[in-house]
């Protein structure tokens, strides 16, 4: 999950933490297609190549589209929309890596090979919140990944405040679609697996979302006031 390199990096906001102390550098785009592929090969593998006994049912099949179509998006399109940013150090990168390969391998063989689920559960409230909550949570963070993207003219340099989408209302926009994100597909897959995939990134990316918070309060004077770390209006 990315969540393992947001503990250091994000777009943008990766030059203000990258560091020498955490290994070698390796290319921004190389390292987000290498270590978010594994997120969605590993899931086809299991899938095309596996006797998956519980892939023919409608809930496994939509959650595990759920956990593809996130990490499809992250292995092969948005590595190759980075604009410059500093190269990503080997540790961070090596720590995603590993993490990916365990969790598309966790999630997708407990969907493909033991999920029990009762035949109506996608009409079941939880599934349908929970699938709603994915979705708006995908769409919330390829945004705020675009407007962070997009922070700078082609030649400029230097910071900038991030504006617009979710960015009104919360420091970290693009955290807090990621944690909604996988909020939404724990409550729909009504697993620990997903549980913990679910809580892991809220810690995650809680504590970095605060400390980006802090970090744009103390560099910018005209920072928005009315604008919190991740929750709007709240925290």
């Known amino acids: 999950m990315d969540a393992i390199l947001k503990i250091l990096f994000s777009s943008e906001e990766e030059e203000r933490y990258a560091s020498s102390r955490y290994g070698f550098p390796v290319n921004v785009k190389f390292a987000w297609f290498v270590q978010e592929l594994p997120a969605f090969l590993v899931p086809l593998c299991l899938v095309l190549w596996s006797p998956c006994a519980k892939i023919i049912h409608l809930p496994n099949q939509l959650l595990l589209l759920m956990f593809i179509c996130h990490y499809a ?14 190269s990503t150090p080997f540790i961070s990168f090596a720590m995603a890596f590993v993490f990916c390969i365990y969790n598309g391998y966790l999630q997708a063989r407990y969907l493909s090979h033991y999920a029990d689920y009762p035949p109506d559960w996608v009409t079941h409230p939880c599934f349908i919140t929970g699938s709603c909550m994915w979705f708006l949570g995908w769409i919330i963070n390829i945004h705020s990944d675009h407007i962070l993207r997009n922070l700078r003219k082609p030649g400029e340099t230097g910071y900038k405040i991030p504006r617009g989408g979710m960015f009104e209302y919360v420091s970290g926009a693009n955290f807090l679609g990621e944690i909604v994100e996988w909020a939404g597909f724990a409550l729909a897959g009504h697993s620990v697996h997903s549980a913990a995939f679910a809580l892991f990134t809220l810690i995650v990316l809680s504590c970095r979302g605060m400390a980006h918070h802090k970090w744009y309060l103390t560099k910018f004077e005209d920072y928005p006031k009315s604008r919190k770390a991740l929750i709007p209006f709240v925290l």
């Open 73 to 86: 998006q992250r292995s092969l399109i948005y590595p190759f929309l980075i604009r410059g940013g500093k």
